[in-house]
């Protein structure tokens, strides 16, 4: 347990609806980051926090995707209209600036779309 | 655009074996991380290394700058070594990881 949690661990919806997946990171940390990774391939990087201002957004995420950090403590992670390519897991990881680049990655969000 | 690969994509071991993951990435990454990925998603760093040699149990993580090349050694594998061993860079002025595909290692007993 790296102390960054998600929720839900595994979400089944059907195509066309939508989604929300929350991270908390570990308390202190002020960069969040959300990747996401399809079956046999390595996590592929989505968005990025600084506190609540999202600094860095990969050009994978649609505009049906939208990630918020409003306080900079938690974030959410939207997903509209959902589609079968979306079905992937979700990571979100964090980490504390001045600490170097490493990061605790949570234990991911499972999403399956039928 | 900051690239990864790794190699082997699969390896299996006996137990005790030197296992050896090698990981090449491209000009515009100045950090390189192992992670090591357990079945059902969690995810732990193990390493970040800019330069050098890092050391951290039985595992060794080594890079060479000039070849823009890392590699990841275990000594006296054992079956709970069993797992997805990821390399990951990160550009200067970027805190976005760029992810290899993994190598998914078996240590049979």
């Known amino acids: 347990d790296t102390g960054v949690s998600q929720d839900p661990r595994h979400k089944i919806t059907k195509r066309g609806q939508n989604v929300t997946f929350r991270c908390d990171p570990i308390s202190e940390h002020n960069r969040l980051y959300w990747y996401r990774q399809t079956l046999g391939q390595g996590p592929e990087f989505l968005t990025y926090?600084?506190?609540?201002?999202?600094?860095?957004k990969s050009r994978l995420l649609s505009d049906r995707f939208s990630a918020e950090r409003p306080k900079g403590s938690f974030s959410t992670l939207e997903i509209q209209r959902t589609e079968q390519g979306d079905s992937a897991m979700y990571l979100c990881?964090?980490?504390?600036?001045?600490?170097?680049?490493?990061?605790?990655f949570g234990p991911g969000t499972r999403l399956l779309v039928l | 655009k900051n690239e990864v690969e790794q190699s082997p994509q699969n390896l299996t071991a006996q137990e005790g074996e030197f296992i050896t993951i090698n990981c090449s990435y491209s000009?515009?990454?100045?950090?390189l991380h192992w992670l090591q990925q357990h079945p059902g998603g969690g995810i732990v760093s193990l390493f970040m290394l800019s330069s050098g040699k890092k050391k951290h149990g039985r595992l060794i993580a080594t890079i060479n700058i000039q070849e823009k090349h890392s590699s990841l050694h275990i000594t006296a594998s054992h079956p709970r070594d069993s797992a997805v061993y990821i390399c990951a860079g990160s550009g200067a002025g970027s805190y976005q990881l760029t992810f290899g595909k993994g190598t998914k290692l078996s240590v049979i007993p």
């Open positions: 000009v515009g990454i100045s950090a």
């Open positions: 926090f600084q506190n609540e201002a999202q600094l860095e």
């Open positions: 990881a964090s980490s504390l600036e001045g600490q170097g680049v490493t990061q605790y």
